[in-house]
């Protein structure tokens, strides 16, 4: 089982619609998580953390479930700029830790249609 | 600030050839790391450096070596190339101790690299 497993999509979702994304983990000492984006051909770059009480931010909300040991993220009112490979990544530190002990899922690609 | 920055962009070698590619980091940041990108993959840690002098292994390091003589370079030595190095490399930097609540990793533009 991989260390941590996103469906790769694509997901093509019309402008304006909400679409979700899911990502498991399998090493429960697990302490921080986040959603990074990586466009086509470009360096990933840090979407949001994701807290255990949920966070939002704008049109993002990032969701963790440590009993079931799955992550999600919901993009409302798709914008044709959220066309992106979206990563989730998971670290045995806590969040303000160095990074030494990321890891990174495969992708979910997702492109918004207009 | 330029951020990390990585050369090159791209690169072609042959089998056995040798090679360094070069990252740089102009914010002042403690940690660096190397990582490859396979097709369909995840990231993989190859090294990381905590600090000038210091660096140790990742998941990824046969084949490649680094060095960290200052904290703004941290350059990844690739010798005697072979067709499974083909991938895109990226360096990263963060710091530690985090003023922030999460620990967020700055990543270069990349470096694509096909073994022939």
């Known amino acids: 089982r991989k260390e941590v497993e996103q469906d790769p999509g694509p997901f093509n979702v019309p402008e304006g619609a909400t679409v979700a994304f899911n990502c498991t983990y399998s090493n429960s000492a697990s302490q921080s998580f986040f959603w990074y984006r990586q466009d086509c051909r470009k360096e990933p770059k840090l979407l949001m953390s994701v807290y255990s009480s949920g966070n939002e931010d704008g049109r993002f909300t990032a969701q963790l479930n440590r009993a079931s040991q799955y992550i999600s993220l919901l993009i409302r009112d798709s914008k044709l700029s959220d066309s992106a490979t979206y990563l989730c990544v998971v670290n045995t530190l806590p969040p303000n830790f160095g990074n030494e002990k990321l890891t990174f899922g495969t992708g979910t690609r997702l492109t918004i249609i207009p | 600030n330029a951020g990390v920055t990585q050369t090159p962009k791209f690169r072609i070698l042959k089998i056995g050839q040798s090679m360094t590619l070069q990252c740089a980091q102009d914010?002042?940041?403690?940690?660096m790391y190397w990582y490859r990108q396979d097709p369909g993959m995840g990231l993989k840690l190859i090294y990381y450096?905590?600090?000038?002098?210091?660096?140790d292994k990742g998941e990824v390091p046969n084949g490649y070596n680094v060095s960290r003589s200052t904290t703004e370079d941290f350059p990844l030595r690739l010798e005697l190339a072979a067709p499974s190095q083909t991938s895109v490399y990226f360096c990263?930097?963060?710091?530690?101790?985090?003023?922030?609540?999460?620990?967020?990793?700055?990543f270069g533009p990349g470096t694509r690299l096909t073994v022939l």
């Open positions: 914010m002042n940041h403690n940690y």
């Open positions: 990263a930097s963060s710091y530690y101790p985090s003023a922030e609540a999460y620990n967020e990793q700055f």
């Open positions: 450096s905590v600090g000038a002098g210091i660096t």
